[in-house]
C-alpha cells in the first residue's frame, strides 16, 4: 500500500510547488515599482515639445536659415512654460558653431539638456544640430 501512494503523493508535490512558483509570478509582476523621478523631468518633455512645434511647418529651419535669433527667441518664450530659463545652441551639419540664443541665466542645479536635428528650408539643404538646455528660473 505504501508502494501505490508514493506515485500520488509525488504528482501532488509537483502541483503544489508549480501553483506556487506561479502564485509567486502572478503577484510579482503586479507589484509596482517606484521610481524617484527628477522634478524636472517635465522640462525635458516641453523643451523637446516646444522645437516639434515650431519645426512641424518649417519655422525653425526657416529661422534658422535667416539668421533670425530674435524670432527664435520669441518663439520660445511663447512656446515654454512662463519662468524657464533657455540656451539654445546651434551648430551646423559639420559642428562648427552658427548661433547662439538664449532668455537669461540657467541655473545649474536642476539644468536639462537636449539635442534636436533640425533641417533648413532653402533651395540648399542645411542639417542643424540644436543643444537647447532648459532651466526652472530662480525666484
Not at 535669433?69 to 551648430?91: E, H, K, M, Q
Not at 541655473?107 to 537636449?114: F, K, R
Amino acid at each position: 500500500m505504501k508502494g501505490e501512494n508514493e506515485g500520488q503523493i509525488r504528482i501532488i508535490e509537483a502541483f503544489l510547488a508549480s501553483l506556487i512558483i506561479f502564485s509567486s509570478l502572478i503577484v510579482s509582476a503586479n507589484l509596482t515599482v517606484t521610481q524617484n523621478q527628477p522634478e524636472n523631468n517635465y522640462l525635458e518633455s516641453n523643451g523637446l515639445q516646444a522645437l516639434i512645434k515650431l519645426d512641424s511647418d518649417g519655422t525653425l529651419g526657416r529661422y534658422i536659415d535667416e539668421r533670425n535669433w530674435t524670432a527664435i527667441r520669441d518663439s520660445l518664450n511663447l512656446v515654454l512654460p512662463a519662468g524657464t530659463s533657455f540656451n539654445l545652441t546651434i551648430y551646423n551639419e559639420k559642428g562648427q558653431l552658427i548661433g547662439m540664443v538664449s532668455n537669461g541665466g540657467l541655473n545649474s542645479e536642476n539644468l536639462v539638456s537636449i539635442e534636436y536635428f533640425c533641417a533648413g528650408q532653402s533651395s540648399i539643404f542645411h542639417c542643424y544640430i540644436l543643444h537647447l538646455k532648459l532651466t526652472v528660473a530662480a525666484s
